[in-house]
């Protein structure tokens, strides 16, 4: 049996799927890790775990014993964007991965801003600088650890990183480079204005290829790693965002799907780099061949109702494993009970500062309007209507671009709450389509070996087999007058208080 592994290291878990060449899902594992949090603004981890958390899910996969390693393949590999982990010669790593929330290169942003300003956003799709792209952190470590840098061989990706332990070959691919500010998204090399501006030798940057390339083939030493056969073939899936979007079927122009993970983004697929200046919307390089998408993306989307239930849903927590249940799904049951706009109750969700369209790294999250009546539920519910509002505020600006938005396909850990996605729909106005299959990283990882492998002539007919709609939510009628005035007034508050957190 010919059977397809998707491995997607994300920013809190590793997850591993394996699927048939028809697009069934036979088994999926994840395992968790905790981020470090030294000081202000500072969110690293020891690269290390990254491995070792992919060593744990693909075992954990083999072990029900109904798949075997002689039956993997092909192996997809696809990751977060904008993390850095710097290594020697060997790939291991001599620093600890400053991962894209951390926002500790401010400086070092501001001073790219007065270089490159005025053409970044024509060469990388991106709108502004900021501490969260790569190369602000590498300037980072070479200013404030130079002994480091100077012992750095390459500055890698997490995706990179892992391929490295697959392959042994540094080897990245534009959909997960260009957002590292260093990648020029429309000759599709590395940024020679970037790097001379760092300092930086292109060198010391990993080999450039395509997404859905072979990055190379299972080495005997990580084969008797992960209890795997040696040789099989690796494939570059790309950023989490892109590969997700092909894993949603999201690979024709104008189509739109969205992911609440840790984060929020926003996927519409584009035939050329449509970098309009008067919109600013982030673009990237699909995971396609040849195609683009607008990625609006917002720092912190699930991570804020994460953060909402490690501070506050103890009593939630326990509940749960008393009785076997998932504690978001009684934190959502609790939002449920709240009315559409929480009684006046609305947050702002920046918990590691604003990202699209704000662009502000120096917000921070706000719940404004309650009261003696407002209760738990209430502040549960105001974590949900944030994140929508975000999306809303992000579509309204790819809408501003001439794109007609039809339908969003959700995907992402946020997909699986009815009632999240019933929000998203009246705050936004706009059906919601989920999937058959959720894990549109992994899928769409799959979706990539399978076609690498010449299973199927095309992508477009490999995602005809390999991906399935589910369910469709429409708008409530009654909801989208009173989201409206709510959403108005949450725009206002993110204009109000913008001056005050850059002060």
Known sequence: MDLLLGIDIGTTSVKAGVFSVAGECLAVAHQDYALNTPAVDQVEIDAEIYWNATISVVKQIL???????????????????????????????????????????????????????????AHTGIPEINPTWTACKIAWLK?????????????????????????????????????????????????????????????????????????????????????????????????????????????????????????LAIQVTLTRPDIDPTQQVPVYLHSV?????????????????????????TLEEE??????????????????????GCEGLIMLPHLMGAFSPEYNSQARGSFIGFTLYHKKNHFTRAVLEAVAFMLRRNLDLIQQSGIEIKEIRSTGGGAASQLWRQIKADVCQIPVVTLQNNDTALLGDAILVALALGFYDSLEEAVQQMVSPAEKILPIPGNGSIYEKVFQNYCQLNDILDPYFRS
């Open 143 to 263: 200013e404030n650890h130079p002994d480091v840098y100077n012992e750095v061989d390459k500055f890698l990706l997490v995706q990179d990183f892992i391929i490295h332990r697959l392959t042994g070959r540094f080897i990245t691919e534009g959909s997960i480079s260009c957002t590292t500010m260093l990648f020029d998204i429309v000759s599709q090399c590395w940024w020679e204005d970037a790097y001379k501006a760092i300092g930086l030798d292109p060198a010391r940057l990993a080999e450039i290829s395509e997404p859905g390339e072979v990055a190379g083939k299972l080495t005997v030493k990580a084969a008797a790693t992960l209890e795997l056969s040696s040789g099989i073939p690796v494939i570059l899936g790309g950023m989490d965002q892109a590969v997700g979007a092909v894993g949603a079927g999201n690979i024709v122009p104008e189509m739109v799907s969205e992911t609440t993970g840790g984060a």
């Open 319 to 340: 509940q749960a494993a008393k009785e076997g249940k998932n504690v978001y799904d009684l934190l959502t049951d609790m939002a449920g009970e709240v009315s559409a």
């Open 63 to 121: 072990n029900p014993g109904n798949i075997t390693k002689q039956d993997i393949v092909g192996i997809g590999v696809s990751s977060q964007g904008e993390t850095l982990v710097a290594v020697d010669k060997n790939g291991i790593p001599i620093f600890p991965a400053i991962v894209w929330l951390d926002k500790r290169a401010q400086k070092q942003a501001k001073e790219l801003e007065l270089h490159l300003g005025e053409i970044v956003y």
């Open 289 to 313: 061949p040849d195609r683009y998408l607008f990625v609006p993306v917002c720092d912190t989307g699930g991570m804020a109702l994460q953060w909402f239930r490690d501070v506050f849903g």
